[in-house]
């Protein structure tokens, strides 16, 4: 038998708009708990005993940077905005190992709606 791949993949932005710049964004020179959750989630992930089936990905730009700090959970393309180490608690035993999307903390439709083909996005394009 194999080494099992893991259950979960979770991508937490990382990316850092420079100082002074209008734009948003995760990590934040303003929101020192933002500079903190991809530490805190790995080790919360390891205090549950679970860092080997659930891998944390440190990402840059997810593109939802006016709702950061963002992360995305795989499989299910599940977006969790706002995040706060509170959030990331609930997310890790309910969502990560509960199985239930914590719903409250997922992204709004109108910016993260349902996944489009890329043949679909060039039509749409006039391509």
């Not at 990590?27 to 089936?53: D, R």
């Not at 706060?84 to 509960?98: C, V």
């Not at 999307?101 to 391509?127: C, H, L, R, T």
């Amino acid at each position: 038998m194999g080494i099992p791949q893991p259950a979960f993949y979770i991508f937490k932005c990382e990316q850092s708009a420079p100082p002074g710049m209008p734009k948003p964004s995760c990590v934040s020179q303003n929101n020192p708990e933002s500079q903190q959750l991809f530490q805190y989630l790995a080790q919360k992930l390891m205090q549950e005993g679970i860092m080997g089936t659930v891998q944390p990905i440190r990402t840059s730009c997810l593109n939802r940077c006016q709702l950061g700090p963002v992360m995305l959970v795989e499989p299910g393309h599940v977006m969790y905005a706002g995040l706060t180490k509170e959030k990331i608690d609930r997310i890790i035993s309910e969502h990560i190992i509960g199985g239930k999307v914590v719903e409250e903390y997922v992204i709004d439709n109108e910016y993260w709606d349902e996944p489009i083909s890329p043949a679909d996005f060039k039509k749409q394009m006039g391509m």
